[in-house]
């Protein structure tokens, strides 16, 4: 079964362009959640889509936004680049029972590399 | 909201000794605590997952976990280092239940396995 695959592995921008960057989730997971990793804020909860919806959101300004199609793909986007927004942007999925309990096991791609100069 | 703190950003350890990072939860009791590991340039894995059914929690590659409700704490132990454990461990925890998959990490602990 493939992992949780997301595309770009590594890319630059400069202050002010925006960025999409897409997660393809595990197969029959449903669940996609959106994680930003930086050496000085550790690993942050960006915000969780399940079956087209958001279901929950981290701190982040609204230039952080996100959006899930219906084969559970999501991709989020970043407007208006800032120097911070430079971080690893790790996508994980989930598995949702029928009870609609969240396991809280989160598998997770290698990440989405965004340098901003 | 929960907080999860990690004593040590940085742990050195040789190769057949004891592991042991720390973790501590904020008061409440979280639904889910979870020990994470990420290898350089990848993303985070599993190692294990408490669910308050037992205490002790075993996980992948030889670690466990123990949940200590008094000391508010969730501690990853392994009883000989490999030199394939050098990575970085999160421990996680979970707000609840209906809060799906939102969880909040620590800072992470940086593991040196020396030969």
């Known amino acids: 079964k493939a992992g949780v695959t997301q595309t770009p592995r590594y890319l630059i921008k400069t202050r002010g362009q925006q960025v999409t960057l897409s997660c393809s989730p595990i197969?029959?997971?449903?669940?996609v959640s959106w994680y930003q990793q930086t050496p000085g804020q550790g690993l942050q909860f960006l915000f969780e889509?399940?079956?087209?919806?958001?279901?929950n959101k981290g701190n982040f300004p609204g230039r952080f936004s996100g959006r899930q199609f219906s084969n559970s793909r999501s991709e989020m986007n970043v407007s208006t680049l800032e120097l911070g927004d430079s971080a690893l942007y790790l996508c994980a999925s989930s598995l949702k029972s029928s009870q609609n309990i969240n396991t809280g096991e989160l598998f997770f791609g290698e990440g989405s590399r965004l340098t901003v100069l | 909201a929960q907080s999860v703190t990690q004593l040590g950003s940085h742990v050195s350890v040789s190769e057949g000794a004891l592991v042991l990072l720390r973790c501590n939860y904020s008061?409440?009791?979280?639904?889910?605590l979870f020990w994470y590991v990420q290898y350089p340039n990848q993303g985070l894995q599993l190692l294990l997952k408490y669910t308050s059914a037992a205490t002790l929690v075993k996980g992948i590659n030889g670690f466990e976990a123990e949940f200590k409700k008094s000391e508010t704490s969730f501690h990853l132990t392994k009883p000989s280092a490999h030199m394939s454990d050098a990575a970085e461990y999160f421990c996680?925890?979970?707000?609840?239940?209906?809060?799906?998959?939102?969880?909040?990490f620590g800072g992470g602990t940086r593991v040196l396995v020396k030969p």
């Open positions: 996680a925890v979970s707000e609840s239940k209906a809060a799906g998959n939102k969880l909040t």
């Open positions: 197969s029959g997971h449903r669940s």
């Open positions: 889509y399940f079956s087209e919806t958001q279901r």
């Open positions: 008061s409440s009791v979280p639904p889910y």
